[in-house]
C-alpha cells in the first residue's frame, strides 16, 4: 500500500448527512478544509454550504482544516468520517467555555432553599403550636384570629415579654379561648396515625383538609360540615347556646383572617364604650362619699384617692389667710420676730437674734461678701 497521499484514492462516508460512502482521488498539497469542500462540492450546492459547520475526523482523532492531508497522516485507502458541529460550542448543552471558574464554582456553592410542601405545612398548622412549633397538647387554646397554641408555651412568653410580633393583639389571658379537640381513638398509642384529632361529630380528621370552627361559648372544636349539616343553635357537644358571632375559623384563609380581625377590632372598641358608659352612669363615689362625678366623668373616691375637699377649694377659688386677696391671690400677714417672743422677754432683744429684723444696718465686709444677703 502507498503511504504517500500523491493521487492516492480515499474513502469518505457522511452518517450524519445520509449520505453514503464516497471515494475521493487525493492531489497535491490539499488541506482538509479543500478536501471537505471538494467531498461537498460533488454532492449538491446546497451541501457546500455546510464545510463551516462539518468536520473530519481519522480513526476518532479530529483533523484540522488548516493542515494538508500529507500533514495529518492520511494515507492510502483511509476512511475519513465526516461530522457535524453540534451547536452550543462543544456538544455539552450550551456551554461556550468562556465562563470562568469562579462563576462555575458559585453556581452550586449557592445553596437553593428547600421547596416547601404544601400539604406538609397545613398540616403542621393543625398540628402544632403557632408559637412554639411543638405538637399539640391539652391544654390548647386559640386567640381571636383562629391560631391555635399549647396554653403554656403561650403563657411563659406573655410573662417573659417574648412574644413575636405576629402575636401582638394578645395581650393576656382575656385574648385567648380554653378549646377542647376531640382525640381519635388509639392515636396515642406508638402504632396511632400522625393526626391526633377529629371531628366529634362527623370523624372528619383534624389534618387541615377540613375547615373547623371553634366555639367561643363553650371551647369546642367542629367541623364546618357539622354545623351545616346539623342546624342547631346550640353546641353540639355540650348543648350550650351560641351565635353565629360565636364562630372562629381555625387557621382560616388570608380574607378569614381579614374579617376575624375586623371584628375583634369591633368588639374590643364596644368593651370600651361600655366601660365609659357604665362609669358616667354612676359606679363610683364623689369627693364627699357621695354618687357623683368628677371633672373628667370617672367617679372617684374622696378617701381612696386622698381629695381634700378644701385643698381643692383653696386651687380654684380665693381664700383670705390672715390677709388680703389681690388679683385672686392671697396675700398674707408678714411675719415678725417680736411678735413671737416668749413671755416676759425684750421683743428688740429676742428679734435681734434674727438677721432679717436688722436689714437695714448690714454693711458688707470683705469676708462676707460673697455670702447671700440674710444669712450673714
Do not use: W
Not at 492520511?74 to 450550551?94: A, C, E, I, Q, Y
Amino acid at each position: 500500500m502507498n503511504s504517500n497521499p500523491r493521487n492516492s484514492q480515499i474513502f469518505i462516508q457522511a452518517p450524519d448527512l445520509e449520505i453514503p460512502t464516497r471515494a475521493l482521488t487525493l492531489t497535491p498539497n490539499l488541506t482538509i478544509h479543500h478536501l471537505k469542500q471538494s467531498f461537498l462540492s460533488q454532492i449538491s450546492p446546497i451541501h457546500q454550504t455546510l464545510a463551516s459547520s462539518t468536520f473530519f475526523t481519522l480513526n476518532g482523532r479530529l483533523l484540522s482544516d488548516s493542515d494538508t492531508v500529507e500533514k495529518t497522516g492520511v494515507t492510502s485507502l483511509s476512511t475519513l468520517s465526516l461530522r457535524l458541529r453540534l451547536s452550543g460550542g462543544g456538544g455539552d448543552g450550551g456551554a461556550t467555555g468562556a465562563e470562568s471558574r469562579d462563576c462555575y464554582l458559585n453556581m452550586y456553592a449557592e445553596k437553593k432553599p428547600d421547596k416547601v410542601d404544601p400539604n406538609e405545612q397545613r398540616l403542621s398548622l393543625f398540628m402544632n403550636c403557632a408559637l412554639s412549633n411543638e405538637p399539640l397538647k391539652h391544654p390548647i387554646v386559640v386567640d381571636y384570629l383562629g391560631n391555635l397554641f399549647n396554653k403554656q408555651a403561650l403563657v411563659e412568653s406573655l410573662l417573659m415579654k417574648k412574644l413575636p410580633k405576629a402575636f401582638s393583639h394578645i395581650k393576656g389571658l382575656k385574648d385567648m379561648i380554653a378549646v377542647e379537640l376531640a382525640s381519635i381513638p388509639g392515636s396515642d398509642s406508638p402504632n396511632g396515625g400522625e393526626v391526633k384529632f377529629q371531628c366529634p361529630i362527623t370523624g372528619l380528621e383534624f389534618n387541615g383538609k377540613y375547615r373547623f370552627h371553634a366555639l367561643k361559648s363553650c371551647g369546642h372544636v367542629l367541623s364546618a360540615k357539622a354545623l351545616k349539616e346539623v342546624k342547631s343553635s346550640s353546641c353540639l357537644v355540650c348543648h350550650k347556646d351560641f351565635v353565629e358571632s360565636d364562630k372562629i375559623v381555625i387557621n382560616g384563609n388570608e380574607e378569614e383572617v381579614i374579617a376575624l380581625r375586623e371584628k375583634m377590632e369591633m368588639e374590643k372598641v364596644k368593651l370600651r364604650e361600655k366601660k365609659v358608659k357604665k362609669v358616667k352612669n354612676g359606679g363610683g363615689v364623689g369627693v364627699n362619699g357621695e354618687m357623683g362625678a368628677s371633672n373628667d366623668g370617672v367617679k372617684l373616691s374622696g378617701s381612696k384617692h386622698g381629695i381634700d375637699l378644701k385643698a381643692a377649694e383653696k386651687v380654684s377659688g380665693k381664700i383670705e389667710t390672715n390677709g388680703k386677696v389681690v388679683n385672686g391671690k392671697s396675700e398674707g400677714k408678714r411675719f415678725k420676730a417680736g411678735d413671737r417672743a416668749p413671755q416676759h422677754a425684750n421683743k428688740e432683744v429676742y428679734a435681734s437674734i434674727f438677721t432679717s429684723s436688722r436689714k437695714s444696718d448690714f454693711k458688707e465686709t470683705y469676708s462676707c461678701r460673697s455670702l447671700p444677703l440674710g444669712r450673714n
